[in-house]
DNA sequence: TTGAAAGCGCTAACAC
DNA sequence: GTGTTAGCGCTTTCAA
């Protein structure tokens, strides 16, 4: 079933058929009615390639990201396929891995698939090198490239982050100033907010005149699914004789093994010790007591990010950078 | 720059670019290699549109969900992704919400975009009236649809499930085998494996002389994030006299949740108080004790379904149903 | 308000 | 082994 039958079948043309289906203004009401009839009884719906063909577009998002299943950027990537759809754009979902090159062919796939726009979801995809990160200024020349949780100076690229630095420079405030200053920063990621979050704690730390021990700057680099292997790396600090009272971590499930931990050594929380996390995630209720986290509000960072490139897509001029506040929400693994 | 400009620059026709891009063999290695440094010069990447329109197929497979943050779901979504991206395959992600009507459209709206086929990933798309599937049938007459973790009998559909009814079924063997026989069968979805699964507990408390007592099937309706709701649903049963010393629970967030409620309680996991959880996430981990779960072999489903729709599309004849055994994975929380 | 027809960029059947 | 050309189904200009 095709155009032509149904503009055989009215006895019009094609393109008043066309017109029909993009409600076009100029069709009298009649004939209106006419294709409409023809095209509910055969439930005629218009090829989208070639549609596609002509207009060069087919409505779609490519959606970039590490791995689905991570939890929060499921959430994330959950938000984004909703906005989208809201503004009746697909989703291309792409889960590149976190090596470089996956990242790389993903993109190109992205682009030969002609996607309107591409939106890299979660901080891994920019690198320290800038030549590591030409991949995403190449694809900025062809299509909106839209960063979340990272911050990028390019033409067609646009950011919009969660400000990660003041909210672990908060965090950690909040815990010095309950009284705990031999605070342990546990963190898994060396992405760019990865970094910021790093920074936000060192500077804090600093700023209070407490120096830097580096040995309280512990970087997990097991499986982010092992939380044994997370427990067992702060057991065997603790076996070095280093003390700590108090743990920020750079997500909730390294919280979640913080809390472990402590509990296993017996402290007991929070009244000997405190944890934070990070992304507010559904595992903060899974702890016992409940963990305190940092809210990076993921919601309405998608939903600007959403709303910025559908602005980008209209032509407007948009905001390349937009860094948006997060929370600490306290809860019981904090005093 | 299209693949007439390519034509021209190497001096051949777009035929032979065509053989050329699609890795013909009716090529000279000479003509070849002519063709493919104007292709590289240019960068050029054909048009998947006008692709899509002669060949009718751009190579996309339809995944819908109901959230893809369901933990459960992000993972099996994760896997089904690299499995189709494995077979040169893309997918789509349709978040579709829990209601029938917004399955329906985003199934109408995968066929407008011409997929190669749709999975419909987790059991919430079967319902217990016929005619509300009538959607699925229909869609089965376009394109081969395939179910992951449901059961349905239609040309076209192919169903790749895990074995719940015989999971639960052994595992309630296991807890009465523990000697506990007042369990609390604890769930919140009526979809097709929801009722499997309780079928499977129902069948082994009868068989082992168990009256079936209603109280002890408790059907939880609150937001499936909201842990203190699913809590105080227990505790209120326990005020009102109800008792029992075993949950099994239709996923691992619940057992989570009748963990937390049994320690409250003053119960001690598992001396006196026993769990099983379904799902085998990564929640299992994030309880203490470690969380008895049943392992439904996602990983193994995806591979299975992502096999059969190869197979499918390949014009291979296929099984319509197959149906893997799941395992329970012993634990903390059961003695 | 409507119709005729020229693309859009690629593939594949057919001819050489 | 290579070229010619007719589609694929839709949109959109240009005329009427």
Redesign the interface.
Known sequence: MTIYDISKKAGVSTATVSRVLNGSIHVSEATRQKVMAVIDKYGY??????R??GL?S?K?IG?MCA?????YL??A??YL??KL?ANCY??????TGYELSGKKSAM??L????VDGIILAGSHFLYQDDRDNQYIVDAAKQVPVMLMNALMDAPNVYSITSDDYSSTYEATKYLLASGISDILYFYNAVSYSGQRKLAGFREAMEESGFPLDSRLIQYYSGSP?D??AMVEHLTRLHMKGITFHGILASDD?LA?AAV?YA?QTGYSVPEDFSVIGYNNS??V????PELTSIDNKSEKICQHLINTLMGVLCGTEMPGKTILAGELIRRGTTR
């Open positions: 719906t218009p090829n989208a390639f070639a596609g063909l060069n087919m779609t959606i791995d689905s299943s991570d939890i499921a959430k990537i959950y396929e909703q759809r697909d989703s291309i979902l792409c889960c190109n796939l682009i030969t698939k002609k699914e939380m044994d499930l979640l472990k509990k559904i595992l209720k899974c702890c016992d």
